[in-house]
């Protein structure tokens, strides 16, 4: 697997790509915790699950239908969420009609539930697509649980990395060289290209 530090650069480099705003906060802390979740599966170590067990390491949770699972949970909160900014009646006590009142949000909760599915299905599955380009391990569960087969990518430049204990070491630190070199210099390349490309902001005309 990458690092854990390393699973962020994708959301992040969503956010940098995107325009102001467009991913809040809140969204943005929800895809680092996606790209990330996966590692937690760790724990089947201390359990004694065997790594190739499909609950134990790159198993059910580097699936793709645990990324869908999460972007589902971050669907419905987004959908509460966002029904908060219903308007409610105004000071006077008046209620505006239905149409009025109905069509923003209505229109804003969906946006928002859209967006957070698809921003964070990409970043946790995300965090599979790298695992399999790593060159150690066992592959990832992707199509968890139809089959428990493990997954490799065709081209794997990215160095596994070492277990917690070994993190602070010659083997880590060639690790994130390896990240830095195959993960955080590609995508901070892309974002630069797609701002660069990106038009010009429409600079509003003097009326006088």
Not at 88 to 96: I, N, T, W
Request: glycine share 4%.
């Amino acid at each position: 697997m990458p690092s854990i530090i390393t699973h962020a650069a994708v959301p992040l480099a969503l956010w940098c790509a995107a325009d102001r705003d467009r991913i809040p906060p809140r969204l943005l802390t929800a895809g680092v915790i996606a790209a990330m979740l996966p590692d937690a599966d760790v724990l089947a170590f201390a359990l004694h699950v065997p790594y190739a067990d499909a609950f134990g390491h790159r198993g059910a949770s580097h699936s793709l239908l645990f990324a869908g699972v999460l972007a589902a949970l971050a669907a419905l909160l987004a959908f509460f969420g966002s029904r908060r900014l219903w308007p409610a009646p105004d000071s006077s006590g008046s209620r505006r009609p239905w149409s009025a009142v109905l069509r923003q949000p209505r229109l804003a909760s969906t946006t928002s539930t859209v967006q957070a599915t698809v921003f964070v299905f990409v970043c946790a599955a995300s965090h599979p697509l790298l695992d399999a380009m790593t060159s150690g391990g066992l592959g990832v569960a992707l199509a968890w649980p139809w089959s428990e087969h493990r997954f490799f990518a065709p081209w794997r430049p990215i160095r596994v990395s070492p277990f917690a204990p070994q993190f602070f070491s010659a083997r880590g630190l060639a690790t994130l060289l390896s990240e830095l070199r195959w993960v955080w210099l590609p995508l901070a390349t892309a974002v630069i290209a797609w701002k660069l490309i990106q038009p010009a902001p429409a600079v509003p005309r003097n009326p006088s």
